[in-house]
């Protein structure tokens, strides 16, 4: 599955046929969408989903994709 497209372009993404995987780093999340890290970077400032934990970040690969095909901006969770 190609998960190459992203916001700019106006193409939705697959959801991936596997359950929620999490994610620990930008990295992570940038390999899995098949983007750069800056543009990782840029999706998380825009809000894509995640949860904070003081400096540690969590992204959640399901929530990910649901933001990636809804205008709709999700902001970060703390935890508490």
């Known amino acids: 599955m190609e998960y190459s497209n992203n916001l700019l372009n106006g193409n939705k993404q697959e959801l991936p046929p ?4 999490k994610l620990h780093s930008i990295i992570e999340v940038a390999e ?7 543009t990782a970077q840029k999706y998380k400032n825009e809000g894509m989903p995640c949860i904070q934990y003081g400096r540690k970040v969590i992204f959640d690969t399901v929530e990910i994709m649901e933001w990636l095909n809804n205008p709709k901006k999700k902001g970060v969770k703390n935890a508490k």
Do not use: C, F, H, N
Not at 18 to 21: C, E, H, M, V
Not at 32 to 38: A, C, G, K, R
């Open 18 to 21: 596997q359950g929620s995987k």
């Open 32 to 38: 899995y969408l098949q983007v750069s890290t800056t």
